[in-house]
């Protein structure tokens, strides 16, 4: 068996062209612009990357992006005004401040001073709340993408085993919600986990967000297994070394699950659509 490979690419694509359709109409008919506003302190490689590509995303559907940048050094209370200035512009719809900070902030605490109904990554502790309880207001990025992923393949969940491993505030624990809100058995695996191959063997969906490469091979996969791969990690040796790859050894999971998703290609591109998708929702709440 080879797996059939889920293409986040090409389903990104999809929704990015509906999310543009949506954000046009709104300026037609209300004159209102979706807007997300980016907050980047220090000059983390990575997180430069990650926000140049949101700005972009915006910018491509149409929406409008602001982006801030602090060096490194800057004192909190300077992040925490301009947090408190776009909280009060009507205009701005979406406020993320991309992590990690430098050491010496409280990312709770500037992640707190986010007003709720512009948290759109669904970090703020009153939005938590709010999926936990079943009815979010915003679903954190990552996860979403991976139910639309989930969705658009038709992966029946009612009932399905499914096993996170990993069980971060960003990805693993609301993950875990969303599966368990489609009535799946949720098991959510982690460091600490005894025996992890007995718990990954027995998922129809697998969901892998712990941070380490090529963690999950292919004997840890139930045969025909839905496999999706969160992790993002740079191999630091052999032939492929500086390569992106996954928390799934991807070779030997192919020739067991049923359906996986690639690193990169797979969850990554379908994190910022569902972004742009919660500012939308953001924008058209204001209009109500």
Known sequence: ????????????AKIRELLATSAA???????????????????????????????????????????QVYPPNV?????LAKIAELNADPSVHGILVQLPLPKHFDAEAVLEAIAPEKDVDGF????????????????????????????????????????????????????????LAQ????????????????????????????????MITGDMIKPGATVIDVGINRQDSGPNAGKLCGDVDFESAKEVAGLITPVPGGVGPMTI??????????AERTLK
Not at 273 to 282: D, H, K, R, W
């Open 1 to 12: 068996m080879t797996a059939r490979i889920i293409d986040g690419n090409a389903l990104s």
């Open 25 to 67: 109409g709104m300026k037609v008919s209300h004159g209102v612009t979706p807007c997300l506003a980016v907050i980047l302190v220090g000059e983390d490689p990575a997180s430069q990357v990650y926000v140049r590509n949101k700005v972009a995303a915006c910018e491509k559907a149409g929406f409008r992006s602001i982006k």
């Open 75 to 79: 004192e909190p209370v300077t992040v």
């Open 124 to 179: 703020h502790a009153e939005n938590v709340g709010a999926l936990m309880q079943g009815n979010p207001r915003f679903i954190p990025c990552t996860p979403y993408g991976v139910m639309k992923m989930l969705e658009a393949e038709k992966v029946p969940l009612k009932g399905a085993e499914a096993v996170i491993v990993g069980r971060s505030n960003i990805v693993g624990k609301p993950m875990a919600m969303l599966l």
């Open 183 to 214: 009535s799946c058995t949720v098991t959510v695996c982690h460091s600490q986990s005894k025996d992890l191959a007995f718990h990954t063997r027995r998922a129809d969906i697998l969901v892998a967000a712990v941070g380490r490469a090529k």
């Open 273 to 282: 659509t569902m972004l742009l998708a919660n500012t939308l929702e953001s």
